[in-house]
C-alpha cells in the first residue's frame, strides 16, 4: 500500500519543500533519530555507571546551545 | 500619520507582512497566523528567545494596520541598524548564522513549535550577534513531518559554507546569483569528490542534490508503513547538520593573519596622527551611523565607534573582515558590523522586481564616511575619474573623512608599476578640484612623516 508524502501535508506550507528532500528526509530519519536514541541510552548508562545524576539541564540542551 | 508603505522584500509568507509608516519599520501579523503567534508568545518560547539574544524583542503597538482586513496585530520590532545580506558576510558570519538558525530550530522544537523557513535573510547581526528578524517564522510543530526547511537551510547555509571551505571562499559569491541558496546540484557538481567521504556533506549535499534530481516534478509514493519523521529523527538530523556545519572551517594560511598594518609604508606616528584625527573628527559630529569603505581588520572604524557611532565596516578582503569579525565577537563588540564588499561593483539591488535586496546606495545614506587609504584604489586600479568618485561619496553620506595618498607614495608607485600612467590629474590640486565641487573642505591636514594628507568635508 502506498500513500503520497504530500497527502501528509494537512496545511500547506508557504514553501515548497521540495518532495526530493522530504524523501531524504525520511530516508535518513531512522537513522538519525537512530544515533539520537542511543545518544541518550549511552548517557543514561554512563550515569548509571559513574553515579552521576543526569540533571535537567543536560536533557534539555540549553547549555549546549549557549 | 502617512501612508503606511509595504516593504518590498514581504511578501512571500502569508503570515504577515513589514511594512514602514513616517519612517519606522512595523511587522502586520495576519488573522492566518493568530494563532501560531499566540502560541509563540504564551509557550514561552519568545521570551527564551529573546533572552537568549537570538530572536529580535517586539512590541505590540495600537497602530492602524496596513491591511485591515487580513490584520491580526501591528507589532514594532526593534530596529536593526544595518541589514546585510550573506553575499556581505564573512565564512564565519555565515556559519554564526547556520548554527544561530539550528539552535532556534532545537529550541522550537522543545516549545512544540518548528521553523517553518530557514532563510539566511532572515538572519541580521545585531548588536554584534546573529538573530533571526522574522517573528513569524515559527509554526506549531506537528510530530511525524520531516522539516518543511531543511531544503532551504542546505541551499541558503550548508551549500555555500561547504564550498568556501572545500573549493573557494570567494564561492560565497553565488548567494547574490541564486536568490534562494545555491541550488544542491551545483553545489554537489562543485564540490571536490573527496567531499563525498564526509558523511555529512554526502548526505545533506550530494544525496540530497541526487534525490532532488530524482523526484523533480514527482509526488513520492513510500510505504505508509515508514511514514512519519518522529521528533526523535528530528533531533538527529539537526544535530548531523550541526556537526556537519561544525565541521566547516575555512583556514586561511595562518601567516598572512594579522599582517595588514605591518604592510603598510608609513610610520607609527603617522598611523597614530591618522587615528587621532579620525577619533577628533567623529567626536565632533557624533554621527550615528558610519560607513567605513576599505576599513580592513577595523582600527579606524573603531575610532568612529569610540564616539559612539554604529560603524559598518567594509572591506573587499575577506581575511580582514574575518580578522576584524573575529575581534568584535571576542570583545563582545556591539556597534561594529564587519561586511564584505567590492567598491567597484557594490551590492546591487536583487530579488523580485529588484525590491528584495537592496543596494549598498538604498542602505544609505550614512551620517559620515570613512574612505581612508582607499582613493588611490579606485582612482588608479579601477580607473575611475575623481569628479566620479566625489559624486560617490557624495551620494552615500553627508560627511566624509577621506585620505588623499600622492602619487609619490610608494603604494601609489606599486599600483603605477605594471602600467602606464594615464592618470594627469591625479594630484592633490586636481583632487581638491573635484571634491571641491560636491564637499565643501572644513579641514585638510597633512599626516605627520608622511605625504599623505586628511580631509574633513561636507557635502554641499
Not at chain 2, 116 to 145: C, H, M, W
Not at chain 2, 288 to 298: P, Q
Request: glycine share 6%.
Amino acid at each position: 500500500m502506498f500513500v503520497f508524502v504530500a497527502g501528509l501535508i494537512d496545511k500547506s506550507p508557504y514553501l515548497d519543500p521540495g518532495s526530493g528532500s522530504f524523501l531524504l528526509q525520511l530516508l535518513i530519519a531512522g537513522i538519525a533519530g537512530l544515533g539520537v536514541f542511543i545518544g541518550a541510552q549511552w548517557g543514561k548508562i554512563k550515569a548509571l555507571l559513574t553515579g552521576k545524576k543526569v540533571t535537567k539541564e543536560d536533557e534539555d540542551d540549553e547549555t549546549k546551545d549557549e | 500619520m502617512s501612508k503606511p508603505d509595504r516593504l518590498g522584500a514581504s511578501f512571500r509568507d502569508p503570515s504577515g507582512f513589514l511594512f514602514t509608516r513616517d519612517g519606522r519599520l512595523y511587522r502586520q501579523v495576519n488573522h492566518l497566523y493568530a494563532a501560531e503567534y499566540d502560541r509563540l508568545m504564551t509557550s514561552g518560547l519568545y521570551d527564551r528567545l529573546v533572552k537568549a539574544g537570538m530572536l529580535i524583542p517586539h512590541r505590540e503597538v495600537d497602530l492602524p494596520p496596513a491591511e485591515p482586513d487580513l490584520a491580526y496585530k501591528v507589532i514594532q520590532p526593534e530596529s536593526v541598524r544595518f541589514i546585510s545580506y550573506p553575499y556581505e558576510w564573512s565564512f564565519d558570519q555565515l556559519k554564526d548564522a547556520a548554527l544561530t538558525t539550528l539552535t532556534l530550530q532545537r529550541r522550537a522544537l522543545k516549545a512544540g513549535m518548528s521553523l517553518k523557513d530557514a532563510s539566511a535573510y532572515n538572519i541580521q547581526f545585531f548588536e554584534g550577534r546573529p538573530v533571526l528578524i522574522d517573528t513569524l517564522s515559527f509554526e506549531t510543530y506537528r510530530e511525524g513531518l520531516p522539516w518543511v526547511a531543511y531544503r532551504q537551510f542546505c541551499q541558503h547555509f550548508l551549500a555555500p559554507l561547504a564550498l568556501m571551505t572545500h573549493r573557494d571562499v570567494r564561492l560565497g559569491q553565488l548567494l547574490r546569483i541564486y536568490i534562494d541558496g545555491v541550488p544542491l546540484d551545483l553545489a554537489s557538481r562543485l564540490l571536490p569528490w573527496r567531499t563525498r567521504f564526509n558523511l555529512g556533506l554526502f548526505t545533506h549535499i550530494h544525496v540530497h542534490a541526487a534525490v532532488q534530481a530524482r523526484f523533480a516534478d514527482r509526488p513520492i509514493e513510500r510505504p505508509k508503513a515508514q511514514a512519519g519523521m518522529s521528533r526523535q529523527a528530528m533531533l538527529g538530523l539537526l544535530n548531523s547538520l550541526e556537526t556537519t556545519v561544525r565541521g566547516l572551517k575555512w583556514k586561511p594560511a595562518q601567516t598572512e593573519w594579522g599582517r595588514y598594518y605591518e604592510m603598510t609604508n608609513y610610520s607609527d606616528a603617522a598611523f597614530e596622527h591618522k587615528k587621532r584625527l579620525v577619533a577628533e573628527w567623529a567626536g565632533k559630529l557624533e554621527p550615528k551611523l558610519v560607513w567605513d569603505l576599505g576599513a580592513n581588520t577595523g582600527v579606524f572604524s573603531r575610532q568612529a565607534a569610540g564616539a559612539g557611532a554604529y560603524v559598518v565596516a567594509f572591506d573587499i578582503d575577506p581575511l580582514a573582515v574575518a580578522q576584524n569579525y573575529r575581534q568584535v565577537k571576542e570583545a563582545g563588540e556591539k556597534n561594529i558590523l564587519p561586511l564584505m564588499l567590492d567598491l567597484t561593483n557594490p551590492s546591487p539591488s536583487l530579488g523580485w522586481d529588484n525590491r528584495e535586496r537592496d543596494s549598498l546606495a538604498e542602505r544609505g545614506p550614512a551620517d559620515l564616511v570613512l574612505a581612508l587609504a582607499l582613493v588611490h584604489h579606485l582612482a588608479i586600479s579601477n580607473n575611475v575619474p575623481l569628479p566620479q568618485l566625489a559624486d560617490f561619496f557624495a551620494g552615500i553620506g553627508r560627511w566624509l573623512i577621506i585620505e588623499f595618498v600622492p602619487k609619490s607614495d610608494s603604494q601609489v608607485q606599486k599600483l603605477l608599476r605594471s602600467r602606464e600612467d594615464i592618470f594627469p590629474h591625479y594630484t592633490r590640486e586636481g583632487f581638491e578640484q573635484s571634491f571641491g565641487r560636491r564637499f565643501k573642505i572644513h579641514a585638510a591636514v597633512q599626516i605627520c612623516e608622511s605625504e599623505r594628507m586628511l580631509y574633513l568635508m561636507e557635502r554641499l
